[in-house]
C-alpha cells in the first residue's frame, strides 16, 4: 500500500485519522453489499501535515489564528484568506505528486473527478462540518486536479470553517485533511436524504430532497427542492416544487448553471417507487452505521449512487426502552425551571429522589407518561394539569393522542397515575377537604424537616465507604414519607388560587385575583431569601472599601479576603449568616453536581451590588410590608364586592375561607425543594471526600470525575477501588454534545420533538404569545440574560431569560416584569412574581431570541403577551 495514497475500496471507518471523515465513510459504504460508490482513491492526512509542517511561515498564522474568538471576524477573515494564499503557492512534494499521477493513470487520466476534502473533524457524530470546506465538480486532466487538491488544502481555512472550528472548539493545527478524487457521475436527478426527519427528529420517518441536474443546486440553496416523507415503503407526504434551475457538467470540465424548461419545472423529480427505493437503500446505510445519517446520493440512469455519508448530529437522543410500544414523554425540565444539560450523577440523583418513571435522554430527565394517558380518566387528568400548567405540553400531547392508535386507550383501571390531580371540578369544601383543619400545618412541616436535616448533619459524619452510600440511599428513602401528605398540601394552596381565578372571573369579572393575595405570604423560603440578600446588601451598604472588593474578587478566597478590609468583618458576617441558610442553592440546583453559592461566594457579589445600585436601605422589609398590605387591600375589596351579589354570604365565606387558604399554604409550594437541596448539599460534601480518597490512591484524575458516573455507578467504584476511566472520558464528550441541544417539552419513543402551540385570539397585530402567570401590565427595557452572573440590572428593567430557579430570586427585587421561555403557572418564576407583584409571562418560544437586549416592552401579565415597542 502507497504511503500517501489509497484506494477508497481499502478504507474503513478505523482510517478515519489518517483519511479523515468523508473518506473513511465512503470506504464503508463501498462494503455495503447494494450500495454504488464512484470509483477513486484519497490523498492522506500525512501528507497534509508534511505540507503545513513544512512551511514556518504558515504554523506561525496558525498560533495567530488559535487565539482568536468566534467575534473577531475581520481577525479571522484575514488570517485565513493569509494561509490560503500560503498554502496554494506551495507545490504539491514529488513523492505525493508521483502517487497520485499513479491512481489517475489506473483510474483513466482523461476521466472528470470530483476533487473533494476529507477532514478528521468532519462527518463525525459529535459534528458534521456539512460544507465546511469545498468541492470541486469535473475536474478534467492532470494539471487541473493537482491544482484543485492545493485549492481542497486551503479551503480548511475559509472564514465559515475557521469559525466553526472555533464554535466546535477544534484545535486548527490539530484537524488534517485528506482530499478525495471520485469519478465524476452525471445525474439526471441529485438530493440529500435524511434517514430521520432534521426538523422534529422522528426516527420513522426518511426525509428526502431531490431536484435535478447535479446536487450543488441544493447545497448553494439555489433552487427549492421537492421534498418527500416515507415511512416503511409508504410515500406519507410530498412537496413538488417549481424547479427553474439546474447545474449541469460541461464537456471540458467545470459546470453550469441551466434554465429547466417551464413544462418540467412543477413535475416530480423522483417516482413514487424511486422514492421508496431510496428510502430503503437509507435504512441499509443506516443498519450499517448504527444510527440516522444525512446522506448525498445521485440518480444516474435509474441507478442510485452514494456520495457522502455523514450522522445527524444534531437529533435529540430518545430514552431507552426495552420494549417496542409506543411511549409518551414530558420534559421534567420544563416543570422545574431548568432545561440545561445534567450530569450522570445529578440524574441518577433526581431519579432516586422523583421516582421510577424518570427516564434519561440527551442529558435531560423525562417522565414517562404513557401508563397515564393509557385510560379515560387517566388521559383527562393529565390533560387538566398539564393544561393549567403549561399549555404548550398540552396541545403537544393532544397532538400525540389523536393519532389513530399511538396509545391505545384501555379500560379505565381506578389507578391514577402519578400523585398530581386535576383542580377541575373542585368545591371550596372539596379543596379545604384536601387541606385539612390545621391553619399551622405548612409550619409544623417546616419544623418536621429542619429536625430531619439536623439528624442527617450528625449521622452522616460517622459514615465512610459503601456505609456511606447506603445510608444516602436509605435517608432519601425516608424523606419521601410524609409525600402525599405535603403534596396535598402544595395541591391544596395552588387548588384555592384556581379557585379563586375562575370564581372571581365568574362572579366579578375580574382575571387572576389570586396573583395579588398571594403577595407576601408567609414561610416562601425563596421570596425570605430574596429579601434577605437586601439585608446583606444594606450592611455592605455603608463601606466604600467593601463595595470596591466585591466589584474585583471573585475568587475562592473571596470570604478570607473580606475580613481584612473596612467593614468586611460585618459584610463577612452578614455573607455568612445568609450562606448558613441558603448557601447550598446555586443556579440549576436540582444537578447535585452543581458548584453551590457556599462553594463559591463570589458569585453572590454582583447581586449584592446590583441591591446596593437599585435599593434603597431597608428594602427587604418595605418590599414585604408593601405586598402584604396590597394583598390585605385586594382580599377587602373582593369580599366587599362579593357581600352585595345575590348569596352574597356564601360566597363571601367560601371566598374568604379559599384566600386563608391561599395565604397560610402557597408560600410552603417552595419549602420543599429547599429541603431537597439541604440535603443534597449533605450528600455531596460526604461523597466528595470519598472523591479525594479516590484522587489520593489515584483512581480518578481530578475530583469532577465522579460526577460522569451514576450514583450505583460510584458506589461500586468505591467499593471495588476499579474505574473505567474510558467510561469517564466518553461521557464527559457526551456531555460537550448534550449541552448544546434544546429539550422538547413532549417527546416520543420515536424520537418526535412534538411543540405545542397556544390557541388563543385577539391579541394586540405583533404580540409575542404566552403564558400569564402574575398579573399586571408593566413596560422597560428588556435585559436578555442567559446567565445570572452577567445580570446588571438597573430599577425597572423586565428580565428576559430562557428559565429560572430559586437561585434567581435574588434578581427579581431589581426587575419590574419578567418574560422566560419555560415555565408554568406553579413553578419557580410564577410563584415569585406573584410574591413580589411583578407582571409576568411565562413559556414565551424562542424569547430570548425574539427580543432584542435593550428594546422597549411591554408585558402583559393578566392576558399573557409581550409587545415590542421600539
Known amino acids: 500500500m502507497n504511503s500517501y495514497v489509497f484506494n477508497l475500496q481499502d478504507l474503513d471507518s478505523t482510517k478515519l485519522p489518517l483519511v479523515g471523515g468523508k473518506s473513511a465513510n465512503l470506504g464503508e459504504l463501498a462494503k455495503i453489499e447494494g450500495i454504488y460508490v464512484p470509483d477513486g482513491f484519497c490523498i492522506s492526512t500525512q501528507a497534509y501535515k508534511e505540507l503545513i509542517e513544512g512551511t514556518p511561515q504558515i504554523n506561525e498564522l496558525l498560533h495567530q489564528l488559535s487565539l482568536l474568538k468566534t467575534e473577531q471576524r475581520e481577525a479571522i477573515s484575514t488570517l485565513s484568506a493569509a494561509i490560503r494564499k500560503a498554502i496554494k503557492v506551495i507545490a504539491i512534494p514529488d513523492a505525493i505528486k508521483d502517487e497520485v499521477v499513479q491512481l489517475l493513470a489506473r483510474f483513466g487520466e482523461n476521466n472528470a473527478y470530483a476533487v473533494r476534502s476529507s477532514a478528521t473533524a468532519e462527518d463525525l457524530p459529535t459534528a458534521s462540518f456539512a460544507g465546511q470546506q469545498d468541492t470541486y465538480l469535473n475536474v478534467t486532466g492532470r494539471e487541473e486536479i493537482l491544482k484543485h487538491i492545493s485549492k481542497c488544502w486551503a479551503s480548511l481555512f475559509t472564514d465559515r470553517a475557521v469559525t466553526y472550528r472555533i464554535q466546535n472548539g477544534f484545535d486548527h493545527r490539530k484537524v488534517y485533511l485528506s482530499v478525495v478524487i471520485q469519478k465524476m457521475v452525471f445525474p439526471q436527478v441529485a438530493g440529500i436524504m435524511f434517514t430521520a426527519d432534521p426538523v422534529n427528529g422522528n426516527r420513522k420517518i426518511v426525509s428526502i430532497d431531490a431536484s435535478f441536474g447535479l446536487g450543488e443546486t441544493l447545497v448553494a440553496g439555489l433552487v427549492n427542492a421537492d421534498n418527500y416523507k416515507v415511512r416503511a415503503g409508504v410515500v406519507i407526504d410530498k412537496k413538488v416544487s417549481a424547479k427553474k434551475l439546474a447545474i449541469y457538467a460541461v464537456q471540458n470540465g467545470g459546470t453550469k448553471k441551466q434554465e429547466i424548461e417551464a413544462a418540467r419545472q412543477n413535475t416530480q423529480a423522483l417516482t413514487d417507487e424511486q422514492i421508496v427505493q431510496l428510502e430503503y437503500i437509507g435504512r441499509k446505510i443506516e443498519t450499517h452505521f448504527g444510527r440516522p445519517q444525512d446522506i448525498e446520493w445521485c440518480l444516474v440512469d435509474d441507478k442510485f449512487y452514494i456520495v457522502q455519508s455523514r450522522p445527524i448530529t444534531t437529533l435529540f437522543p430518545v430514552p431507552e426502552i426495552n420494549d417496542r410500544e409506543n411511549h409518551v414523554y414530558v420534559s421534567v425540565g420544563h416543570q422545574q425551571m431548568m432545561t440545561d444539560a445534567m450530569k450522570p450523577l445529578g440524574l441518577s440523583f433526581y431519579q432516586m429522589i422523583a421516582g421510577a418513571h424518570m427516564r434519561t435522554a440527551g442529558g435531560r430527565l423525562f417522565v414517562d407518561i404513557t401508563k397515564g394517558v393509557a385510560t379515560p380518566s387517566g388521559r383527562d387528568n393529565l390533560l387538566n394539569v398539564f393544561g393549567q400548567s403549561d399549555p404548550l405540553i398540552r396541545d403537544a400531547l393532544e397532538t400525540v393522542l389523536e393519532r389513530d392508535n399511538f396509545i391505545p386507550l384501555l379500560p379505565d383501571d381506578g389507578k391514577q397515575f402519578g400523585l398530581i390531580k386535576s383542580h377541575k371540578g373542585m368545591s371550596a369544601a372539596d379543596i379545604q377537604a384536601q387541606a385539612g383543619n390545621d391553619a399551622g400545618i405548612a409550619k409544623v412541616l417546616i419544623e418536621k424537616s429542619e429536625d430531619e436535616i439536623e439528624t442527617l448533619k450528625q449521622s452522616i ?410
Open 461 to 870: 459524619q460517622s459514615k465512610t465507604g459503601v456505609e456511606l452510600f447506603d445510608l444516602i440511599q436509605n435517608e432519601v428513602v425516608l424523606s419521601k414519607q410524609g409525600l402525599t401528605e405535603r403534596l396535598n398540601i402544595i395541591m391544596a394552596g395552588m387548588n384555592a388560587a384556581f379557585w379563586i381565578n375562575n370564581q372571581m372571573k365568574e362572579w366579578l369579572g375580574e382575571k387572576n385575583a389570586a396573583d395579588t393575595l398571594a403577595q407576601s405570604v408567609p414561610n416562601n423560603i425563596t421570596s425570605e431569601m430574596g429579601l434577605a440578600l437586601l439585608d446583606v446588601a444594606d450592611v455592605v451598604r455603608p463601606y466604600a472599601e467593601v463595595i470596591a472588593y466585591l466589584e474585583r474578587e471573585h475568587d475562592d478566597n473571596f470570604l478570607d479576603g473580606l475580613a481584612t478590609i473596612n467593614g468586611g468583618q460585618e459584610a463577612r458576617e452578614a455573607l455568612i449568616s445568609f450562606l448558613n441558610k441558603y448557601g447550598m442553592r446555586c443556579a440549576g440546583e436540582i444537578d447535585i453536581t452543581k458548584t453551590r453559592w457556599i462553594e463559591k461566594p463570589g458569585t453572590l457579589a454582583p447581586l449584592i451590588l446590583s441591591n446596593i445600585k437599585n435599593q434603597e436601605p431597608g428594602a427587604s422589609k418595605r418590599k414585604f410590608e408593601q405586598g402584604l398590605q396590597e394583598a390585605l387591600k385586594k382580599e377587602q375589596e373582593i369580599l366587599e364586592r362579593l357581600a352585595v351579589l345575590p348569596d352574597g354570604k356564601r360566597k363571601v365565606e367560601e371566598t374568604k375561607q379559599m384566600i386563608d387558604l391561599l395565604r397560610n399554604l402557597s408560600g410552603y409550594r417552595e419549602y420543599p425543594k429547599y429541603s431537597m437541596v439541604n440535603r443534597y448539599f449533605i450528600y455531596k460534601q460526604a461523597m466528595l471526600k470519598e472523591a479525594a480518597k479516590l484522587l489520593q490512591a489515584k483512581m480518578i484524575h481530578e475530583i469532577e470525575d465522579i460526577y460522569y458516573l451514576t450514583f450505583a455507578e460510584l458506589r461500586e467504584v468505591v467499593r471495588t477501588h476499579t474505574l473505567d476511566h474510558e467510561l469517564i472520558n466518553k461521557r464527559k464528550e457526551e456531555y460537550k454534545i448534550f449541552e448544546k441541544l434544546t429539550p422538547p417539552r413532549v417527546l416520543t419513543s420515536e424520537g418526535e420533538m412534538v411543540s405545542g402551540k397556544y390557541k388563543r385570539e385577539n391579541l394586540p397585530a405583533g404580540a409575542i404569545i404566552g403564558l400569564p402567570v402574575s398579573s399586571g401590565t408593566i413596560e422597560g427595557r428588556a435585559r436578555v440574560i442567559l446567565n445570572m452572573a452577567n445580570a446588571n440590572l438597573e430599577e425597572g428593567d423586565i428580565l428576559v431569560t430562557t428559565f429560572t430557579d430559586p437561585s434567581w430570586t435574588p434578581l427579581f427585587v431589581s426587575i419590574k416584569g419578567l418574560v422566560t421561555e419555560v415555565g408554568g403557572v406553579m413553578t419557580h418564576g410564577a410563584v415569585i412574581a406573584r410574591e413580589y407583584g411583578l407582571p409576568a409571562v411565562v413559556g414565551v418560544e424562542n424569547a430570548t431570541k425574539v427580543i432584542k437586549e435593550g428594546q422597549r416592552i411591554r408585558v402583559n401579565g393578566t392576558d399573557g403577551y409581550v409587545e415590542v415597542l421600539t
